[in-house]
């Protein structure tokens, strides 16, 4: 009788649990409906009542009993060593069950899939052990010692790096000086090179006041410009966009995890401030999902205006190109009309109200726009139009006194309006004089008798 691809899933792991009898296993498949079988506690309801698939399940549950055994999904074909061994095994055990195989040749079989999966293992082991201690060797630690322990003193900072369940390294960090003691422990890859290993370590020391001790390996292994184009390049399009560390890892309950920035977010970051690479500048801007590393490539001189016009219509953008004082106009006016959108169909058109007055006050804004932005960011009386008041002395002055006028001549009796004449009046009392007789100019008649008298 032919075996179902599911029995011989289930069956790969009955056998490893039988061929590691007294340990602790971490058993990884690529059979998710081979873990729903053996956690649902009615299996039938997914094998459609298969009763080898169901003999197979009740097997593994009691051999489970007592045991320490995890059973995790890891995705196929996606080149992890043990599982593709296992998938070749499984296939050959179905194999042999189609071809009428004789038991005694099904057990040689069954005897082979534990054998190539311990080489596999001692294979990856000592992998794992050659490249994470070179990386550290490299850093300038001792060792491994025999328990696999490494360890550096650097400048007065001690260092002692393990290896961990998960695939991770445990680096532990202590110091002493004349007047403080201090503890450090964070959690690395196995597989991170000195670069991103001195990322982590590196920012750590810096929240203490420890930075100066690793000085001289920021200098060896530190990256350039380039290097961080080349990083971000690579992060853009792989879609490597992680910012914290601890994202980046597996979940392992005794590790200690940070909030340690990673090194591709870092270089981004370096990237979109620095660099005079037009095209990855305006490609940062408009495609890197981190808000701040888009603002920062916003603000670089090097960002093409087609990148900065794509994104104008942005909410989150229009901030940062206000900073622009000389903003091309095509630009303003999408931005301008994207947000006039936003804020006509706003439930809470208040919140609209500040950035609509700061496209008012900037100097690339046309004088016929100016009217309307005034009139909606300060449509009601009292306290927000004399805050209105207040923000134009920060224009120039022929558009601050534009506002000013436009704020007057709506402006009514009463103790509101000594209040926003005031404001107009502005901070410094030198000039005080001189805003007196321009109130009397270019104030509304019913205005004026209202003006404070000159004394001049």
């Not at 603002?295 to 900065?308: I, K, T, V, Y």
């Not at 009796?413 to 009046?425: E, K, M, Y």
């Given at each position: 009788?032919?075996?179902?691809?599911?029995?011989?899933?289930l069956?790969?792991?009955?056998?490893?649990i039988?061929?590691?009898?007294?340990?602790k296993?971490h058993?990884?498949?690529?059979?998710?409906?081979?873990?729903?079988?053996?956690?649902?506690?009615?299996?039938?309801?997914?094998?459609?009542?298969?009763?080898?698939?169901?003999?197979?399940?009740?097997?593994?549950?009691?051999?489970?009993?007592?045991?320490?055994?995890?059973?995790?999904?890891?995705?196929?074909?996606?080149?992890?060593?043990?599982?593709?061994?296992?998938?070749?095994?499984?296939?050959s055990?179905?194999?042999?069950?189609?071809?009428?195989?004789?038991?005694?040749?099904?057990?040689?079989?069954?005897?082979?899939?534990?054998e190539?999966?311990?080489?596999?293992?001692?294979?990856?082991?000592?992998?794992?052990?050659?490249?994470?201690?070179?990386?550290?060797l490299?850093?300038?630690?001792?060792?491994?010692?025999?328990?696999?322990?490494?360890?550096?003193?650097?400048?007065?900072?001690?260092?002692?790096?393990?290896?961990?369940?998960?695939?991770?390294?445990?680096?532990?960090?202590?110091?002493?000086?004349?007047?403080?003691?201090?503890?450090?422990?964070?959690?690395?890859?196995?597989?991170?090179?000195?670069r991103?290993?001195?990322?982590?370590?590196?920012?750590?020391?810096d929240?203490?006041?420890?930075?100066?001790?690793?000085?001289?390996?920021?200098?060896?292994?530190?990256?350039?410009?380039?290097?961080?184009?080349?990083?971000?390049?690579?992060?853009?399009?792989?879609?490597?966009?992680?910012?914290?560390?601890?994202?980046?890892?597996?979940?392992?309950?005794?590790?200690?995890y940070?909030?340690?920035?990673?090194?591709?977010?870092?270089?981004?970051?370096?990237?979109?401030?620095?660099?005079?690479?037009?095209?990855?500048?305006?490609?940062?801007?408009?495609?890197?999902?981190?808000?701040?590393?888009r603002?920062?490539?916003?603000?670089?001189?090097?960002?093409?205006?087609?990148?900065?016009l794509?994104?104008?219509?942005?909410?989150?953008?229009?901030?940062?190109?206000?900073?622009?004082?000389?903003l091309p106009?095509?630009?303003?006016?999408?931005?301008?009309?994207?947000?006039?959108?936003?804020?006509?169909?706003?439930?809470?058109?208040?919140?609209?109200?500040?950035?609509?007055?700061?496209?008012?006050?900037?100097?690339?804004?046309?004088?016929?726009?100016?009217?309307?932005l005034?009139?909606?960011?300060?449509?009601?009386?009292?306290q927000?139009?004399?805050?209105?008041?207040?923000?134009?002395?920060?224009?120039?002055?022929?558009?601050?006194?534009?506002?000013?006028?436009?704020l007057?001549?709506?402006?009514r009796?009463?103790?509101?309006?000594?209040?926003?004449?005031?404001?107009?009046?502005g901070?410094?009392?030198?000039?005080?004089?001189?805003?007196?007789?321009?109130?009397?100019?270019?104030?509304?008649?019913?205005?004026?008798?209202?003006?404070p008298?000159?004394?001049?």
């Open positions: 009788m032919a075996r179902s691809v599911l029995a011989g899933e069956l790969a792991i009955a056998l490893a039988t061929g590691f009898p007294d340990r296993l058993i990884l498949t690529d059979s998710q409906r081979a873990i729903a079988c053996l956690e649902m506690e009615r299996p039938e309801l997914i094998t459609r009542c298969d009763g080898e698939v169901l003999a197979i399940v009740e097997d593994i549950r009691h051999r489970l009993r007592g045991r320490e055994v995890r059973i995790s999904w890891v995705k196929g074909h996606s080149g992890h060593p043990l599982n593709e061994i296992a998938d070749r095994l499984a296939v055990v179905r194999r042999s069950h189609e071809a009428d195989v004789p038991e005694s040749t099904q057990r040689a079989i069954a005897d082979n899939i534990v190539s999966l311990c080489r596999a293992l001692r294979r990856m082991k000592r992998g794992i052990m050659t490249e994470w201690t070179s990386t550290y490299d850093l300038g630690f001792r060792g491994p010692d025999p328990s696999g322990r490494m360890e550096a003193e650097i400048n007065g900072l001690e260092l002692m790096a393990s290896y961990t369940p998960g695939n991770l390294v445990s680096v532990i960090a202590t110091w002493s000086t004349e007047h403080t003691m201090g503890y450090l422990e964070m959690t690395c890859s196995a597989t991170w090179d000195a991103h290993v001195l990322n982590t370590i590196g920012q750590n020391v929240e203490v006041g420890m930075s100066h001790a690793l000085e001289e390996l920021r200098l060896r292994f530190g990256i350039t410009l380039r290097d961080a184009e080349q990083m971000t390049e690579r992060s853009m399009t792989a879609g490597n966009f992680g910012r914290f560390t601890v994202d980046t890892l597996p979940k392992v309950p005794s590790a200690t940070g909030l340690e920035e990673t090194l591709e977010y870092r270089a981004a970051v370096r990237c979109a401030r620095e660099s005079r690479d037009g095209i990855l500048v305006g490609w940062i801007a408009t495609d890197h999902p981190c808000h701040d590393v603002g920062a490539a916003l603000q670089n001189a090097a960002c093409p205006d087609s990148a900065r794509q994104v104008a219509a942005e909410g989150d953008a229009a901030w940062i190109l206000l900073q622009d004082r000389e106009a095509p630009i303003f006016k999408r931005m301008v009309k994207s947000e006039a959108v936003r804020y006509l169909e706003s439930e809470r058109p208040e919140l609209h109200h500040d950035l609509l007055l700061a496209m008012a006050l900037h100097p690339t804004c046309p004088e016929n726009l100016v009217p309307g005034v009139a909606h960011t300060a449509q009601r009386r009292g927000r139009r004399i805050h209105v008041a207040q923000q134009a002395w920060s224009a120039a002055p022929d558009r601050r006194d534009l506002i000013h006028t436009l007057l001549q709506k402006s009796p009463g103790r509101s309006t000594n209040q926003l004449l005031a404001a107009v009046l901070p410094d009392t030198t000039q005080h004089s001189a805003r007196i007789i321009w109130i009397q100019q270019h104030g509304d008649s019913r205005v004026r008798r209202f003006a008298v000159s004394t001049c």
